[in-house]
């Protein structure tokens, strides 16, 4: 699943970029052009990014400015909104995990 880049930070972005070697345990090869925009897209669009929405800024609700979240399911928002979530027992079902958004958000993350 590719995530919103408004999820996290831009601090998040580079370092999850600069790690793509090991991109939560599997490796992620991306060609250096490529990268440049993916890059350029996400830092442009990050939940801390100049022109962003106010709307779009609600996932920094919390994020102290010394921390780097790599994983959305780690940030403050998304615990909050998913505070009767049921960890264990979603991997039981076909969603299998947390990090599938889709599984459970069928219309699409909002």
Not at 6 to 24: A, C, E, T, V
Not at 35 to 61: T, V
């Amino acid at each position: 699943m590719i995530y919103p880049a408004n999820m996290l930070p831009q601090r998040s972005w580079k370092l999850i970029l600069s790690q793509l070697d090991h991109h939560f345990g599997e490796p992620a090869t991306v060609g250096a052009t490529a990268l440049a925009q993916i890059a350029e897209y996400l830092a442009q669009h990050a939940s801390d990014a100049p022109d962003i929405p106010a709307r779009d800024r609600h996932f920094m609700s919390e994020l102290s400015s010394d921390i780097t979240p790599v994983r959305i399911t780690k940030t403050s928002w998304w615990n909050q909104m998913h505070a009767d979530f049921d960890f264990e027992g979603i991997k039981r079902t076909k969603t299998k995990s947390a990090s599938n958004c889709l599984g459970c958000h069928e219309d699409g993350v909002r």
